[in-house]
């Protein structure tokens, strides 16, 4: 069964921001790219550095430390850094708030 858990309200996370939230123990990072919500992990595949902050361009995210673009729609990474790609969570808004189903 997919649990969703609430993060914060969404009018809290402006376009092309991003915040970092602990939901059951995981690092989450909530972006909103181009008007959408989307959920990731909060650590990149190539050397584990927090994404959050990281530029958000379009749908991606640029890890703050060595730049590896990453798809927030499905995870995958662009380059040659790291193949393997970002988990991503569902995310919902239920009366304003983002909830994010964490396994
Ligand atoms: S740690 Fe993210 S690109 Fe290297």
Avoid: W
Wanted: charged share 25%; proline share 5%; glycine share 8%.
């Amino acid at each position: 069964m997919t649990d969703f858990q609430a993060a914060f309200p969404e009018a809290e996370l402006s376009d092309n921001d991003s915040r970092a939230v602990t939901i059951s123990g995981s690092k989450v990072l909530i972006c909103r790219a181009a008007g959408e919500l989307y959920a990731v992990e909060n650590r990149c595949t190539h050397q584990e550095a927090e994404l959050e902050g990281g530029r958000i361009r379009g749908c991606f995210i640029s890890c703050p430390l060595h730049g590896v673009r990453f798809d927030l729609r499905d995870g995958l990474p662009m380059g040659q850094l790291t193949r393997e790609p970002l988990p991503t969570y569902e995310l919902r808004v239920v009366d304003g708030m983002i909830e994010v189903a964490v396994a």
